[in-house]
């Protein structure tokens, strides 16, 4: 995919003022901000071409009050597998959990792994 980024200024002023995939955009960018030295570049990207050596992972969050686990959402992607709580929150009485999962699995799935997960860790916690 072909990207257009506006550009101005050169050396240690140089700078990207903006980016857009629509050239005529880019143009009209330019004509009303109206720039010294201002340029636009047309660069390739490989949007849709990612590789990696290890799988991604969704990154989920959910929050653990004494009524239950609630709040689970999807965070972002990561490439190591997490399962983090930390504990009474920000002060607020609740457990933050962060959690990563395969791609394919949907928030009810995650908060079932993140049910499990959770009670494993505090059945762990009261062994020690």
Same mark, same amino acid.
């Given at each position: 995919?072909?990207?257009?980024?506006?550009? $101005? #200024?050169?050396?240690?002023?140089? $700078?990207?003022?903006?980016?857009?995939?629509?050239?005529?955009?880019? %143009?009209?960018?330019?004509?009303?901000?109206?720039?010294?030295? *201002?340029?636009?570049?047309?660069?390739?990207?490989?949007? =849709? $071409?990612?590789?990696? =050596?290890?799988?991604?992972?969704?990154?989920?969050? #959910?929050?653990?009050?004494?009524?239950?686990? $609630? %709040?689970?959402?999807?965070?972002?992607?990561?490439?190591?597998?997490?399962? *983090?709580?930390?504990? &009474?929150?920000?002060?607020?009485?609740?457990?933050?959990?962060?959690?990563?999962?395969?791609?394919? &699995?949907?928030?009810?799935?995650?908060?079932?792994?993140?049910?499990?997960?959770?009670?494993?860790?505090?059945?762990?916690?009261?062994?020690?």
């Amino acid at each position: 995919m072909k990207v257009y980024i506006v550009t $101005s #200024g050169c050396y240690s002023d140089y $700078s990207i003022d903006a980016v857009f995939t629509d050239r005529k955009k880019a %143009e009209m960018y330019c004509a009303i901000h109206n720039v010294e030295d *201002q340029d636009i570049e047309e660069w390739e990207t490989e949007d =849709d $071409s990612i590789t990696v =050596d290890k799988p991604v992972l969704k990154r989920w969050v #959910g929050i653990h009050k004494s009524n239950g686990l $609630s %709040e689970v959402e999807e965070e972002g992607y990561c490439l190591t597998p997490i399962f *983090q709580v930390c504990e &009474k929150y920000y002060y607020g009485g609740y457990d933050r959990i962060i959690m990563s999962t395969s791609m394919d &699995k949907t928030a009810e799935q995650a908060q079932k792994i993140m049910y499990d997960k959770l009670a494993a860790w505090k059945y762990e916690k009261e062994m020690r």
